[in-house]
């Protein structure tokens, strides 16, 4: 399966967004959203994906050796950049302590969106080495 790529930005802090490459996968491969840095003093990650898909799944890579774990966080697609419009993929708060890798399938069933957000408790900080957006969460 081939992959659409695209420039895609994720805001995380006030001064301004980073630029990252991205690329929505339409099978299941090993291509994702990626980045490999810390957000100092943010709560919370706006994945703009640059056009509209129906995302499964979000797949996450935590820092494991990091005291900037993921913790307490909230995992919700959104068809614009406000947080408060967004959709929960998962319901309730998610908790990787300890956790390298995780899958977390949209429930029940695709949500519709150009935005996924990450949203941690006040007072943390992220330590996500990767992150992956799906809309197929097995091959055709």
């Known amino acids: 399966n081939v992959a659409t ?9 006030p001064q301004g967004p980073n630029i990252i490459q991205k690329i929505v996968d339409t099978g299941y491969s090993s291509f994702f959203v ?9 709560k919370r990650i706006t994945i703009n994906l640059g056009a509209d898909y129906n995302i499964a799944m979000i797949f ?9 774990q ?11 950049d406000i947080f408060t419009e967004s ?15 995780k899958s977390f399938y949209c429930t029940p069933d695709r949500i519709p969106g150009n935005h996924v957000f990450l949203d941690q408790g006040p007072g943390k900080r992220f330590g996500i080495s990767e ?3 799906y809309e197929e969460t097995k091959r055709k």
């Open 131 to 133: 992150v992956g957006v």
């Open 34 to 42: 990626a980045w490999s840095e810390h957000t100092e003093n943010s």
């Open 60 to 68: 996450i890579i935590n820092k494991i050796n990091s005291l900037d």
């Open 87 to 101: 959709t929960l993929c998962v319901p309730g708060s998610q908790d990787m302590t300890g956790i390298l890798l």
């Open 5 to 13: 790529m695209a420039d895609a930005s994720v805001n995380v802090n």
């Open 70 to 80: 993921l913790v307490d966080f909230e995992i919700r697609v959104g068809m614009t």
